[in-house]
Structures are given as structure tokens and as C-alpha cells.
């Protein structure tokens, strides 16, 4: 255990309140505007950033973090909570005004209290934990689909487009779930949140094995997709809580393998249970597997440093009897609070920002056809082709093939996007770098998508071309995602969470309804012209990527939010600058020096121009 009065420093010496304290914290604009400088009894808070600001490449899988990040406040929002902190008051200390720094409870260099220092085979288990249960939930919206014909036969359904209401309503519950439930994290940990989510989507998914009618299993699905959605939320934020900058891609890589598998290892699993074992089997499956995940979860320490951070002077505070003892994130916003930013900013920028129009559109387009695909695949491989359920399971395996090559590939990409010309001010390449692999990626979805409308029937054409048609498919819809994303990420900086949060509920509604039209469709334009239809509806978009690749430095200029960002972020450097002079002005009277350290280039600009280290040398 290291108690910290340096949140620079690892040793713990004790507090002495005549001692000079080196010091070194982001200013904010309210401290600024106080008193012209930072000042040592300021309440201090370092944010979790979900995407790094720390290097000067780009990390385009640091959005799958950032996009599901349950946390919509920007790093102001924070500060300006209500601070717990402490004044002498006789011979005890009471909650008040302001914090004593030399009480701060920080980690220690090599304190392995902090999750960065675990030791490198027990982040990968934990990383190994998150990803396994992120998968199961994620399995269990496709391997619906396999259920389906012995379902409706049991109930006595005979339209397929009710019953698909099975997929809308688990994706609707995920996207509906993850600005509702993800938020507990920040408020309880991440290890409860895994603890409860996955209990509680394990007993979800028992009525449904159980289930006497399709309503119960509809109610009970967007139930579990409620619950579970908390899983899928929290657990890319793990990866970040415990691993370095230097092997941030590596971790992500690995960690996405379970959830981006996850819709093609349903079908593939689900198909082999319901026909050996009967449909509810898709469901006792799930259960084992989301029970297994719940153990592993279970037996996982606490990665979130905010968490860690408060029980630690909490439990210091009780040993010690010294209540003034504290950590930077004492203070707690409730639910409600968080709910408010939650349910409120991602639709406030998905309706006002053109940029977000289009993307959103895009990226939901993309999202919807695959998920159409599962209702495609059935109807081709065992309708037409005559193939069982579990066998016409393996032909996702093109799809999933495609999905791992763009994981894998992912260093190449990288360089790619670092390849280009970077900003002078940032040190940084500019959001629309990543648009380079997603203007690939446009035509590689629709390469696909009509690959396989015009091999999977007639049947005489051989069953292996169709497969391979999911392998551009797969890639393409990977790289849409990923790149896409880290656009976005990238374009509304401290609003990127909730640009992106926007865009997962937007993407999760338009997958979970145009299913519905599926079997209609294909029914009535048969497969080859159904498929079309869509293929080309995919090239109709592939301008977006080129357009916004090409003048999406202009449009971004042309963004109001963007715009005020851009100026509120001027005048906290004015501000910041002002301030510095003033520090070095009175440091100067009191005849000591101030010396400032620049960060390196590609750090956050917005603190960049704040963040400083004054020490005080006595002359």
C-alpha cells in the first residue's frame, strides 16, 4: 500500500505542514478564473481517459474502449463536482472546504494495489475473462436465430417476422441498457457491475429456456440484453484500467476477438444444439456459459483506479482514525446525475451535429445488413440448400474469417493512418486519417454482399463461393466499425463518448428492426435481387468515407460544436497563459523560481496548455 502526498511521487513521508510541497495537477478553467493559478488545497482529478492522449500516433482500436465507455462526462464536468475535502476544526477535522495535499492517497511506483503493476499473466487472464464474457452475451443475440424453427413450431407461430422480434428486442435492450446500466461502474466499480449484470442475465435467460410462449421469451430476452449490456459496456474499459499505453493495440486486439466473434459463433453453436438437442438447448448453453463467465468475473480483482483509490483512503481513515485521509475521487455523483448526462447528450448531438447525421446512417447501414445476414444464411443454406441446422451454421465461418483478418491486420492499418501528414499543433494525425481504411472498407462490404447474392443460388453453384463472399463482408464491416469510430472519436474530442454512445444506439435500433423485413424481402425478390438490393444500397454510400476524407477538415471547421470547442479551448489556453505569468510574477516577489515543463507533442492539446510543474526553490 503507498500513501501518496505527490501524485508524482511514490514514497510516503509523513505530513509536514511547513514543508514545501511539489505539486503537479490540471488546471482548470474555474481554478484559473479564481485565483489566476492552481492552488495546492484544489482538489485534484486525473480522468480515465478512454482514449490516449499520450502518444502522438494514433491508436485506432482505443474506440472500442471509448465507444462503449460508460462515463459521458467531459474532464471539466468532473471537476467541477462537489468536492469532498477537509478543514481543522479543534483536534478533529471536519468535511468542508478544502483538502490537505500531503493526505492524498495515490498509488506507488511498483504498488501492486495499482493494476498496471499486476503482473503480465494475470492481466491477461483478467483480459481473457472480460472478453470470454463479453462474448457470451454478445453469442446469445444470433444463436436466436438457429431456435427459431423448432420455436415456432412449439408455439404455434407461423409468422417468421414475429418471431425474429427475438433479435430486435436483445438489441434494443443492449442499446438501451448501455447508457442506463453502464454508468454503475463509476459510481460501484467495475467488478460488482460484472458480478451483478451477468448473475442477473444468467436468471434472464433461464424463463426463456423454460418458456411456454413467445412473449416470454421476447420479455425476458430484452430483460437479459438489459442486463447484460452493462457487461459489454464495462469490459473494454477494463482492458484500459490495466495495461500500458505501449501494448494498449495488443490488448485490445485480443480483448475484441470474443464480442466481434460473437454474432457469427451464435448461429454456428446454436445450430449444432438445436438440432441434436432441441431448441431450448440454445438457451441451456448460453446459461453454462454465461455461469462460467460469472465465475471467472468473479474471481477477478477490481481493475478501476477511482474505486481502488476511494476504498484505500477509506480504509485508511479507519485504520488511522485521521480523517484526512483522501483520495482525488472521493466525491460521487449519484444516478440520477449521471443518467441526466447520459440520457440526455448522446441524442443531443446525434439530432443537432450534420457530421453525426451522416455517419450514424452509415455505420447503422452497414450494422443492419449484417444482422441480416442471419436471417439470410438460414433461409438459403436450410431452405434452399437443404443443409441441417448445425452445418448451415459453419457457412458464417467466411464472416468471421473476415472479422479476424481485420483484427490481425491492425498493425498495418496503423501505419497507415500514422502515415499521414500530421497536424503542426497537435503533433497528432487528423480524425480523417482513419477514414483511409474505412474508404477500403466501403467497397469490401458490397464486394461481398453482392459476391454472395449471385453465388448462393442457384444451389448447382458450388457452397464454397458463398462462404468466401463473407470474407470481404466480414473485413469490411469490422474496418467500418473500428475506423469509423475512432473518425468520430477523434472529431468531438471531449464529447467523443457521447458522439459515440449516440451512435451505438442508433446502429444496435436499425439492427434490431430491418431484420424484420428479412424474410419478406428475400421471400418476394428472391435471394439473388434481394441481395442486390442491398449490395448497391452500400455502394450508393461509399461517397461518405471519400467526402469526408477528402473535406472533412472543412466540415469539421463548419461543426457549431466543434467550433465552440475549438475556441473554448483558445481562450483556457489564454487564460493559462495569463495565469502562468501571474505565478511567475508573484514567484518572482516571494523570490522563488517557477519552472515549467512542457508536455510532449501529442498530448492533449486542451491540458497541454494548462498542465504544468512549479517547484519552489528557497534562493
Same mark, same amino acid.
Given at each position: 500500500?503507498?500513501?501518496?502526498?505527490?501524485?508524482?511521487?511514490?514514497?510516503?513521508?509523513?505530513?509536514?505542514?511547513?514543508?514545501?510541497?511539489?505539486?503537479?495537477?490540471?488546471?482548470?478553467?474555474?481554478? /484559473?478564473?479564481?485565483?489566476?493559478?492552481?492552488?495546492?488545497?484544489?482538489?485534484?482529478?486525473?480522468?480515465?481517459?478512454?482514449?490516449?492522449?499520450?502518444?502522438?500516433?494514433?491508436?485506432?482500436?482505443?474506440?472500442?474502449?471509448?465507444?462503449?465507455?460508460?462515463?459521458?462526462?467531459?474532464?471539466?464536468?468532473?471537476? &467541477?463536482?462537489?468536492?469532498?475535502?477537509?478543514?481543522?476544526?479543534?483536534?478533529?477535522?471536519?468535511?468542508?472546504?478544502?483538502?490537505?495535499?500531503?493526505?492524498?492517497?495515490?498509488?506507488?511506483?511498483?504498488?501492486?494495489?495499482?493494476?498496471?503493476?499486476?503482473?503480465?499473466?494475470?492481466?491477461?487472464?483478467?483480459?481473457?475473462? #472480460?472478453?470470454?464474457?463479453?462474448?457470451? #452475451?454478445?453469442?446469445?443475440?444470433?444463436?436466436?436465430?438457429?431456435?427459431?424453427?423448432?420455436?415456432?413450431?412449439?408455439?404455434?407461430?407461423?409468422?417468421?417476422?414475429?418471431?425474429?422480434?427475438?433479435?430486435?428486442?436483445?438489441?434494443?435492450?443492449?442499446?438501451?441498457?448501455?447508457?442506463?446500466?453502464?454508468?454503475?461502474?463509476?459510481?460501484?466499480?467495475?467488478?460488482?457491475?460484472?458480478?451483478?449484470?451477468?448473475?442477473?442475465?444468467?436468471?434472464?435467460?433461464?424463463?426463456?429456456? /423454460?418458456?411456454?410462449?413467445?412473449?416470454?421469451?421476447?420479455?425476458?430476452?430484452?430483460?437479459?440484453?438489459?442486463?447484460?449490456?452493462?457487461?459489454?459496456?464495462?469490459?473494454?474499459?477494463?482492458?484500459?484500467?490495466?495495461?500500458?499505453?505501449?501494448?494498449?493495440?495488443?490488448?485490445?486486439?485480443?480483448?475484441?476477438?470474443?464480442?466481434?466473434?460473437?454474432? #457469427?459463433?451464435?448461429?454456428? %453453436?446454436?445450430?449444432?444444439?438445436?438440432?441434436?438437442?432441441?431448441?431450448?438447448?440454445?438457451?441451456? /448453453?448460453?446459461?453454462?456459459?454465461?455461469?462460467?463467465?460469472?465465475?471467472?468475473?468473479? /474471481?477477478?480483482?477490481?481493475?478501476?483506479?477511482?474505486?481502488?483509490?476511494?476504498?484505500?483512503?477509506?480504509?485508511?481513515?479507519?485504520?488511522?482514525?485521521?480523517?484526512?485521509?483522501?483520495?482525488?475521487?472521493?466525491?460521487?455523483?449519484?444516478?440520477?446525475?449521471?443518467?441526466?448526462?447520459?440520457?440526455?447528450?448522446?441524442?443531443?448531438? &446525434?439530432?443537432?451535429?450534420?457530421?453525426?447525421?451522416?455517419?450514424?446512417?452509415?455505420?447503422?447501414?452497414?450494422?443492419?445488413?449484417?444482422?441480416?445476414?442471419?436471417? &439470410?444464411?438460414?433461409?438459403?443454406?436450410?431452405?434452399?440448400?437443404?443443409?441441417?441446422?448445425?452445418?448451415?451454421?459453419?457457412?458464417?465461418?467466411?464472416?468471421?474469417?473476415?472479422?479476424?483478418?481485420? %483484427?490481425?491486420?491492425?498493425?498495418?492499418?496503423?501505419?497507415?493512418?500514422?502515415?499521414?501528414?500530421?497536424?503542426?499543433?497537435?503533433?497528432?494525425?487528423?480524425?480523417?486519417?482513419?477514414?483511409?481504411?474505412?474508404?477500403?472498407?466501403?467497397?469490401?462490404?458490397?464486394?461481398?454482399?453482392?459476391?454472395?447474392?449471385?453465388?448462393?443460388?442457384?444451389?448447382?453453384?458450388?457452397?464454397?463461393?458463398?462462404?468466401?463472399?463473407?470474407?470481404?463482408?466480414?473485413?469490411?464491416?469490422?474496418?467500418?466499425?473500428?475506423?469509423?469510430?475512432?473518425?468520430?472519436?477523434?472529431?468531438?474530442?471531449?464529447?467523443?463518448?457521447?458522439?459515440?454512445?449516440?451512435?451505438?444506439?442508433?446502429?444496435?435500433?436499425?439492427?434490431?428492426?430491418?431484420?424484420?423485413?428479412?424474410?419478406?424481402?428475400?421471400?418476394?425478390?428472391?435471394?439473388?435481387?434481394?441481395?442486390?438490393?442491398?449490395?448497391?444500397?452500400?455502394?450508393?454510400?461509399?461517397? %461518405?468515407?471519400? #467526402?469526408?476524407?477528402?473535406?472533412?477538415?472543412?466540415?469539421?471547421?463548419?461543426?457549431?460544436?466543434?467550433?465552440?470547442?475549438?475556441?473554448?479551448?483558445?481562450?483556457?489556453?489564454?487564460?493559462?497563459?495569463?495565469?502562468?505569468?501571474?505565478?511567475?510574477?508573484?514567484?518572482?516577489?516571494?523570490?522563488?523560481?517557477?519552472?515549467?515543463?512542457?508536455?510532449?507533442?501529442?498530448?492533449?492539446?486542451?491540458?497541454?496548455?494548462?498542465?504544468?510543474?512549479?517547484?519552489?526553490?528557497?534562493?
Amino acid at each position: 500500500m503507498a500513501l501518496s502526498n505527490d501524485p508524482e511521487k511514490d514514497n510516503f513521508h509523513a505530513p509536514d505542514p511547513t514543508a514545501n510541497t511539489s505539486w503537479n495537477r490540471n488546471s482548470t478553467e474555474e481554478e /484559473l478564473e479564481k485565483d489566476g493559478h492552481t492552488t495546492a488545497s484544489s482538489p485534484i482529478h486525473t480522468s480515465h481517459s478512454n482514449t490516449s492522449h499520450d502518444t502522438t500516433n494514433s491508436d485506432p482500436l482505443s474506440p472500442l474502449e471509448h465507444a462503449l465507455t460508460p462515463d459521458l462526462e467531459t474532464d471539466a464536468e468532473h471537476v &467541477a463536482r462537489p468536492a469532498l475535502t477537509y478543514t481543522k476544526s479543534g483536534a478533529s477535522l471536519a468535511t468542508t472546504g478544502s483538502r490537505i495535499p500531503s493526505f492524498e492517497v495515490d498509488f506507488g511506483a511498483d504498488d501492486l494495489d495499482d493494476p498496471k503493476n499486476w503482473p503480465m499473466w494475470y492481466k491477461g487472464l483478467t483480459i481473457g475473462a #472480460v472478453s470470454y464474457s463479453t462474448w457470451t #452475451v454478445v453469442l446469445y443475440s444470433t444463436s436466436y436465430t438457429t431456435s427459431m424453427p423448432g420455436m415456432m413450431k412449439d408455439f404455434n407461430v407461423s409468422s417468421e417476422p414475429v418471431a425474429t422480434l427475438g433479435v430486435t428486442m436483445y438489441l434494443v435492450g443492449l442499446a438501451v441498457g448501455s447508457l442506463i446500466l453502464a454508468p454503475l461502474s463509476e459510481i460501484y466499480g467495475r467488478r460488482p457491475v460484472y458480478i451483478g449484470s451477468l448473475c442477473c442475465f444468467s436468471l434472464m435467460v433461464l424463463p426463456c429456456a /423454460l418458456a411456454k410462449s413467445l412473449p416470454e421469451v421476447l420479455i425476458f430476452r430484452f430483460l437479459g440484453a438489459l442486463a447484460g449490456s452493462a457487461m459489454i459496456a464495462n469490459a473494454p474499459g477494463t482492458v484500459n484500467d490495466i495495461v500500458d499505453e505501449q501494448y494498449r493495440a495488443l490488448a485490445f486486439s485480443i480483448w475484441s476477438i470474443g464480442p466481434m466473434n460473437g454474432p #457469427v459463433t451464435g448461429p454456428l %453453436i446454436g445450430g449444432f444444439a438445436a438440432e441434436y438437442l432441441g431448441w431450448r438447448w440454445t438457451n441451456w /448453453l448460453v446459461l453454462i456459459f454465461s455461469s462460467v463467465g460469472w465465475i471467472m468475473c468473479s /474471481l477477478v480483482k477490481e481493475t478501476y483506479a477511482p474505486a481502488l483509490l476511494q476504498r484505500k483512503a477509506s480504509k485508511i481513515r479507519k485504520e488511522t482514525g485521521d480523517d484526512r485521509w483522501w483520495s482525488r475521487y472521493d466525491q460521487r455523483l449519484s444516478i440520477l446525475q449521471i443518467l441526466k448526462v447520459n440520457l440526455s447528450r448522446p441524442f443531443i448531438l &446525434a439530432f443537432t451535429e450534420p457530421i453525426l447525421w451522416f455517419w450514424n446512417a452509415y455505420i447503422s447501414l452497414i450494422y443492419g445488413i449484417l444482422y441480416l445476414c442471419f436471417v &439470410a444464411y438460414p433461409l438459403i443454406y436450410t431452405g434452399l440448400r437443404h443443409w441441417s441446422l448445425g452445418i448451415a451454421g459453419l457457412a458464417f465461418t467466411g464472416i468471421g474469417v473476415g472479422t479476424m483478418i481485420a %483484427i490481425v491486420t491492425e498493425p498495418i492499418a496503423r501505419r497507415v493512418v500514422n502515415s499521414h501528414k500530421k497536424d503542426p499543433e497537435t503533433g497528432r494525425v487528423p480524425p480523417e486519417a482513419s477514414i483511409s481504411i474505412v474508404c477500403l472498407a466501403a467497397f469490401l462490404c458490397p464486394i461481398g454482399q453482392l459476391w454472395f447474392s449471385w453465388t448462393s443460388v442457384p444451389i448447382t453453384i458450388h457452397w464454397i463461393w458463398p462462404i468466401l463472399a463473407g470474407i470481404p463482408f466480414g473485413a469490411g464491416n469490422a474496418l467500418v466499425f473500428i475506423y469509423a469510430s475512432n473518425y468520430l472519436a477523434g472529431s468531438y474530442g471531449i464529447y467523443a463518448a457521447s458522439a459515440l454512445a449516440g451512435n451505438s444506439v442508433f446502429r444496435s435500433f436499425i439492427g434490431g428492426t430491418l431484420p424484420l423485413a428479412g424474410p419478406a424481402m428475400y421471400a418476394k425478390l428472391t435471394p439473388q435481387w434481394a441481395g442486390t438490393l442491398l449490395g448497391l444500397v452500400q455502394v450508393a454510400c461509399i461517397p %461518405i468515407p471519400f #467526402v469526408f476524407y477528402k473535406w472533412g477538415e472543412k466540415i469539421r471547421a463548419k461543426s457549431p460544436l466543434i467550433k465552440h470547442m475549438r475556441a473554448d479551448q483558445q481562450r483556457r489556453e489564454e487564460k493559462a497563459a495569463a495565469a502562468l505569468r501571474r505565478q511567475k510574477r508573484k514567484d518572482e516577489e516571494r523570490g522563488e523560481k517557477t519552472v515549467v515543463v512542457k508536455e510532449k507533442p501529442g498530448g492533449d492539446p486542451e491540458k497541454e496548455a494548462m498542465r504544468r510543474i512549479v517547484t519552489s526553490e528557497k534562493e
